[in-house]
């Protein structure tokens, strides 16, 4: 029902920024908590951010905190994520990800909606 679609991924030096957007389909966005992940080549999904309904509330893995930022305009449907000082250990592919639940939080198999993915390449 709810579909996410990832824009915004590319080819970045070390120390640039990117900003990535999730753009949703549906009238239910702001009944939705919002995640972002990536995944590197060979390793498991890593969860980053996620933002609360109403965007007030918002939990950051230690690897991102202080140089992501993760914010959402319920209007447009569509969250985002500021990426800064990037590193070349960012490099991934980076998942936007959805849940209506009540109880959330930083595991994969809390979200049931997923993006297909867009590539981010931090060069070194």
């Known amino acids: 029902q709810v579909q996410l679609v990832e824009s915004g991924g590319g080819l970045v030096q070390t120390g640039g920024s990117l900003r990535l957007s999730c753009a949703a389909s549906?009238?239910?966005?702001?009944?939705?908590?919002m995640g972002w992940f990536r995944q590197a080549p060979g390793k498991e999904r890593e969860f980053l951010v996620f933002?609360?309904?109403?965007?007030?509330?918002?939990y950051y893995a230690d690897s991102v905190k202080g140089r992501f930022t993760i914010s959402r305009d319920n209007a447009k449907n569509t969250v985002y994520l500021q990426m800064n000082s990037l590193k070349p250990e960012d490099t991934g592919v980076y998942y936007c990800?959805?849940?209506?639940?009540?109880?959330?939080?930083?595991?994969?198999?809390?979200?049931?909606?997923w993006g297909q993915g867009t590539q981010v390449t931090v060069s070194s």
């Open positions: 990800a959805a849940t209506q639940r009540l109880n959330y939080g930083t595991g994969t198999n809390e979200y049931d909606i």
């Open positions: 549906g009238r239910t966005f702001s009944t939705l908590v």
């Open positions: 933002i609360s309904r109403s965007g007030i509330s918002t």
